[in-house]
């Protein structure tokens, strides 16, 4: 074979033939950009694609961004033929998932209203409706099914074929047998691949290197954590009267899911507890490649599928298959522009999802890099959620046995991720551990959710999707806070110190808000991008003209970090990670200023101290950071406190704290607190598809500030087009029962106008309260919330709501400047 000849320069240059890599070059080609160049190791699809099971499947996500790729991409493979002449073998047979317990139908109920807000056409049929569809399948004990008639399957190497080829048609080069072996960099961004037939020049790359995406990063620092481990399906002889034409049945209570396979049954498997494989790292050589099957791990798990459709029992297995596909440490894709190095794209640990989202993976990423930010909500996905110690062979060895099997279990909203944890402790660890808390992890902190009775161990019971055994210990939690105080450990927020003669000017070019006002003053700001969309929701401090302190959520750690760093660039503008040197603790409620005054000589007076005050005070033998700001709607203050000192100024605070009735508060508090006052929550009820005034939070720019800021022109654009017809809105149900979450959907006049994007339980309100993005097709103005009548739809019944655009709770912010 004759070396592969490759250009010297390209614009962008794809790493890796797998549905994805294939899929990115066909959409770059099909954006107007010819210049673009696919690399292959081996051969197309010689990763994991080829041997995919290829269900196409656009039931099961409550995520909008994955809906809406699950659904671009069956339509594009339904009309890929067309276009480059070679089937994709996709079938519309049909796709049922069933439910046979009790909470697995309240959450398919959940997620099948919020799939048919977002175009998914899902019905939920009865067990004998299954059984017509699906003859072969035992149904005694099934509840309910839940199908999607244009769903089906396809075939996952001409699919992969076909992208390939409408790629080419469209100008783009694909070389094969060319393993990229660097990179070159150039002031902070990728400049060029390295491989064994020469360098390419480029200015952006893509590494969709699939389960060598981490090693192949590594290369040039990035950090991606994904782990492959072991994925089976087996393929049964052929079984008398199968047809084709079968739909697709997916039963996770048995682990299986089934389809047709050359006349027999294909029975594919997701087991509790998987098998990480190759921990050290996976061979350069493995093309095509299939692993050893372990009988005796999966055999319980094989029998428990199969009696779901008994002829299988008793036919031969023609096949018993294992394979690797990669899986991420959340079970979301590792997807956007590195942190680490500019240009440099990621779109991997594809978690088994890859055939049914590749279309619209594809044609996101050519979005995000054509335009230069994403088209869809990424902050679930965006690569620069995830941490290097994720990247550990322990982390990623522990972690990924729970990813895989979390796949087909009930998505309790409120199951914490149980394995490698204890990663990140906060310096009051074991002192709030000896209080009762049950911790969580909060992006690999422990973080405190809720405290149990002195003196008992805290044990969560099980998961539900109503009111937990804690109930009642969440609720007295929220009370203290709203009636007495409450100290709640929030030591996992993201900090930054950020100094310089130029901090100020930058950090307020990148604010909505005035940052660089009067020294000693803290300011809740977002930063926007040019389209006046958010991307991220933050406060600042301005300790002095030098000297600034940036706080945000563990979420947008280090997305916040890599912004400040872009835009500063050679500047005198320096930024320091001080997450971990500093601890958080928060002493919050309308007794919080007299707990507070008697451990400080500083005069904490409304007037000496007021609302947005940050300033250095003295308690016991600690110098602590002490921010007037809540979060949770009181009164209440923010102590930044070096980690050293953390446990002294802890033990000051519940000393001193018996005598005002000092509550422990955990995260649970945190969220039903902040809910009641309509404060956001960057990716989880505002994200980077919102603009800032859509989000409720013009309140929170100054448009007057000289030198502007970024994204201020479109913010001014939008004013100008008039009454917003799409903005976040607060919902409350009227009955104190139900509980919310996330997706319920939201009716006004009968009519689905949106959804719940976050919710909680609004212990002073009276009932659950959520943040709704309302998309209303006309002005959203006091007007259209009073003249509606509001539901909220859950699990297929209909809730009285009320609707709000000012908070619920304390709209005139009487108690936080008390
Ligand atoms: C048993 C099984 C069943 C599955 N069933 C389904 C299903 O029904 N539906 C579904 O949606 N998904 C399914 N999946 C998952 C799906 O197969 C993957 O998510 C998907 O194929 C991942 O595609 P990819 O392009 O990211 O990775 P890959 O297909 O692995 O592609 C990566 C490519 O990068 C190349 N490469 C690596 N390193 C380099 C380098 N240095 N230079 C150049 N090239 C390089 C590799 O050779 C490879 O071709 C299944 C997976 C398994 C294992």
């Not at 805290?458 to 009642?472: H, I, V």
């Not at 040019?530 to 706080?551: I, P, S």
Request: proline share 5%; charged share 25%.
């Amino acid at each position: 074979m004759s070396d592969p000849v490759l250009p010297q320069r390209a614009r962008v240059v794809v790493v890796g033939g797998g549905v994805i890599g294939c899929s990115v070059a066909y959409h770059l080609a099909h954006m107007g950009w010819k210049d673009v160049v696919l690399l292959e190791r081996a051969q197309l699809t010689s990763g994991t694609t080829w041997h995919a099971a290829g269900l196409i499947v656009t039931f099961g996500s409550t995520s909008e961004t994955s809906t809406e790729m699950r659904k671009y991409t069956r339509d594009l493979y339904a009309r890929l033929e067309a276009e480059t002449g070679m089937s994709t073998g996709f079938k519309p047979v049909g796709f049922i998932e069933v439910a046979c317990e009790k909470d697995r139908l309240e959450e398919y109920r959940r997620v099948s209203a919020f799939n048919r807000y977002c175009g998914v056409d899902v019905h939920e049929i009865s067990p004998n409706e299954v059984r017509d569809l699906f003859p072969l399948a035992k149904t005694d004990d099934i509840l309910a099914g839940f199908y999607v008639k244009e769903d089906g399957r396809a075939n996952p190497v001409d699919l992969t074929m076909a992208l390939a080829k409408g790629a080419r048609q469209k100008g783009a080069t694909i070389v094969e047998n060319c393993p990229v072996t660097d990179f070159t960099t150039k002031n902070g961004a990728v400049s060029g691949v390295v491989t064994p037939f020469g360098t390419i020049e480029c200015e952006y790359v893509v590494n969709c290197a699939g389960m060598w995406a981490r090693q192949l990063g590594a290369k040039v620092g990035v950090t991606i954590p994904l782990q492959p481990a072991e994925h089976y399906y087996l393929i049964t002889e052929k079984i008398d009267g199968m047809v084709p034409s079968l739909p697709v049945l997916e039963d996770p209570g048995s682990y299986g899911y089934f389809r047709e396979e050359v006349g027999g049954l294909m029975v594919g498997l997701f087991e509790p507890v998987c098998a990480p494989w190759k921990i050290e790292g996976v061979p350069e050589d493995f093309t095509f490649g299939e692993l050893n099957p372990d009988w005796d791990r999966m055999g319980q798990y094989v029998e428990k599928a199969m009696r779901r459709v008994p002829v299988s029992v008793e036919t031969g297995i023609r096949k018993f298959f294992c394979g690797p596909e990669s899986f991420t440490p959340d079970l979301a894709p590792i997807v956007g522009e590195a942190p680490e190095l500019k240009n440099f794209f990621v779109a991997a640990g594809m978690n088994s999802i890859g055939i049914l989202t590749g279309g619209g993976m594809g044609r996101m990423l050519a979005h995000w890099i054509v335009n230069g930010r994403p088209d869809a909500d990424i902050t679930g996905i965006n690569i620069d959620r995830l941490h290097k110690y994720q990247s550990n062979p322990e982390y990623r060895k522990t972690r990924t046995v729970e990813s895989l099997g979390m796949v087909y279990q009930c998505h309790y909203p409120t199951r914490s991720m149980m394995t490698a944890r204890d990663a990140k402790r906060s310096a009051v660890h074991d002192k709030l551990a000896a209080r009762g808390a049950y911790f969580r992890d909060v992006s690999g902190w422990e973080g405190a959710d809720w405290y149990a009775e002195p003196g008992t161990t805290p044990d969560p019971g099980p998961l539900s999707w109503g009111r937990q055994s804690w109930f009642p210990r969440w609720k007295a939690e929220h009370d203290a806070t709203r009636e007495g105080v409450i100290l709640m450990d929030m030591s996992f927020m993201a900090k930054f110190s950020v100094q310089g003669r130029d901090a100020g000017r930058l950090l307020n070019t990148l604010s909505g808000n005035q940052v660089d006002g009067a020294p000693g003053t803290i300011t809740y700001t977002q930063w926007l991008n040019e389209d006046g969309k958010l991307e991220a929701d933050l406060t600042v401090t301005k300790l002095d003209d030098e000297r600034y302190w940036v706080v945000a959520s563990d979420t947008a750690h280090r997305h916040v970090e890599t912004r400040m760093r872009r835009h500063f660039g050679d500047a005198h503008a320096f930024v320091t990670d001080v997450t971990g040197g500093y601890a958080q603790l928060n002493v919050q409620g309308p007794r919080s200023r007299e707990l507070m005054q008697s451990l400080t000589t500083a005069d904490l007076s409304n007037e000496a101290f007021p609302f947005r005050t940050a300033r250095e005070i003295d308690i016991g033998f600690a110098r602590a950071l002490c921010v007037r700001i809540t979060y949770l709607g009181e009164l209440g203050y923010e102590l930044y406190v070096p980690t050293e000192q953390a446990a002294h100024v802890y033990d000051r605070i519940v000393t001193a704290g018996e005598k005002v009735g000092l509550r422990h508060a955990g995260l649970k508090a945190l969220a039903s607190l902040r809910m009641e006052k309509g404060y956001r929550d960057y990716g989880h009820d505002i994200d980077n598809t919102d603009s800032v005034l859509e989000a409720g939070l013009g309140f929170a720019l100054d448009l007057k500030k000289p030198g502007g800021f970024i994204g201020k022109e479109a913010v001014v654009a939008k004013k100008a087009e008039g009454p917003l017809k799409r903005r976040l809105l607060q919902v409350q149900l009227r009955d104190p029962e139900p509980m919310m979450f996330h997706a319920e959907l939201v009716k006004r006049d009968g009519k689905t106008v949106g959804y719940v994007r976050a919710a909680s339980y609004g212990f002073t309100l009276g009932g659950a309260v959520g943040l709704a993005m309302i998309e209303a097709g006309q002005p959203i103005d006091p007007a259209y919330i009073e003249n509606g009548t509001w539901e909220v739809e859950i699990a297929n019944k209909n809730h009285p709501a009320l609707a709000s655009m000012k908070p619920l709770y304390d709209p005139t912010n009487a108690k936080i400047k008390a």
